[in-house]
C-alpha cells in the first residue's frame, strides 16, 4: 500500500513545478516534504475508507461540463464580488477589491514578495492540522497553489466578500490557497459560490484573534461533473465566533474538510451543512474540532437528503483535551434516504481527558415519515408538494445556522429550486 501511495504521488509531482522565492517558499518545501513523508490517500487510510480518492489522486482531471454562467444567488445582497475562472483571477469580472473595507492581496502577486503578513500564517494552520490525522492533499495545496486571496480585517467590514468560482474549462485543475486573518474585535462575512474547476482542490486557513467573528456561508456550484475537494482550517482565540454553513448539490464527488481549533478561552465554533444528491453523487463531511480552552462551544450540524443510489459520508470528531474543562460540544448527523438504492455512512467519535464536559453525538439515517407525508396530504396537499416541505423541515436545523436571515432565505430558494427540478425523478 505504502508502495502504491508513493507511485501515484511520484506520478503526480512529475507533472508540477514546486514554486520558489517568496514569502511563502519555506512553507512550500515544508509542505512538499511532509506530502512526499505520507504519500497520497488510500482507501485503506482510516480517514478514506468510506471516499475513494483516486480521482483527486489522478494526475490530470476527468473532464466535466464547462459552467462559465454560474446561477446567481445572493443577489439582493450588497457585497463585494471577486471573481475567479478556472483557478485564475478575473480582474475585469470582479469588484474592486478596496471597497470590501478590508486588506486584500492576490497570494499571485505577495507571493514575489519576501515580507508580508501572510507569512505566519500560510501553511501555519495547515501543518498543525496534520496531527493526528494526515491531510495530505492539503500539503499538496499548500507546496503547489500559486492563486487565492490573503486577506486581513482590522474593523467590521461593512460588506460581505463575495468568492465566486466560475469553470470555463470542461478539463480545468484549480488550486487555489486562502489566508484570512480576522484581528481582534474585528469582523468579517465571506459568501464562497460556484465551481472553480473541472477539478478543484481549496484550502482556506481562518485565523480569528480575540473577540473576533467570521462568518463563512458556501452554496457550492451545480455542475453534476465536479470534483470538488475543500480544507478549512480554523483556529480561535478567546471570545471568538466562527461560522461555517456548506449548501451542496449535485457533483460526481465533493470531499469538505474543517478542522478547527480552540486556543483560547469562551470561543464559539458551528460547523453545519446541508447536502442534496440524485444519482451518480458522493459526498463527504469530515470535521476535526479540537478543544484545548476552557468554556468553549462547538456545533457539527450536518442534513443529507439522498436518492437514486446517491452517497452520502459524515466523519466527525469531537477531542477533548485535559485541562478543556466547561466545554460544551455538540454534534448530528443525519440522513433522508428517499429510496432504497441510497446509502449513507457516518462515524461520529469523542475523545475526552477533561472531566467537566458537556459533549454529545447522534446520527440516524431513515426515511420520508409517512405519517406526517398522509397528514400533508389529507390537508389537500399533493404528494410531491409535501415530499418537498419535509425535506425542507428536515434540513431546516442545518440551516438554522446562519444568522443572517436573508442569506438563509436565499439557501431555501435555492433548495426549494433544486427539489422542484427533481420532483418525481
Known sequence: MAEAKSDALDAKLATVELPTGGFAASARKAALARLQAMGLPGRRDEYWRYTDPALFNAVAAAESNALRVENPIFTGQD???LVFVDGVFDAEASDKPELAGVEITLLSQAGAQDIHWASALYGTLETAGQSPVPRPLAALNTAFATEGLLIRVTGTAPKPLHISYLQNSKTSD????????VE????????ET?????????VMEAQVEAGGKLHHIRPQGRSHGKQLLTHIFARLAENTLFKSFTLSMNGLLTRNEAIIEFLGDDAVAHVAGACVGDGAFHHDDTVFVT?????CESRQV???VLKNGAVGVFQGKILVKAGAQKTDGYQISQSLLLDDDSQFLAKPELEIYADDVICSHGSTSGAIDETALFYLQSRGVPKRAAQSLLVLAFLAEAIAEIED???AEDIRLRMEGWLDRHEGK
Open 79 to 81: 457585497k463585494v464580488r
Open 174 to 181: 484549480a488550486i487555489l490557497h486562502h489566508c484570512i486573518k
Open 184 to 191: 481582534s474585535g474585528a469582523e468579517l462575512t465571506i459568501l
Open 194 to 202: 460556484g465551481i472553480s474547476g473541472a477539478r478543484s482542490n481549496i
Open 291 to 295: 478543544h484545548d480552552a476552557e468554556r
Open 302 to 304: 450536518f442534513k443529507k
Open 405 to 407: 436571515e436573508t442569506l
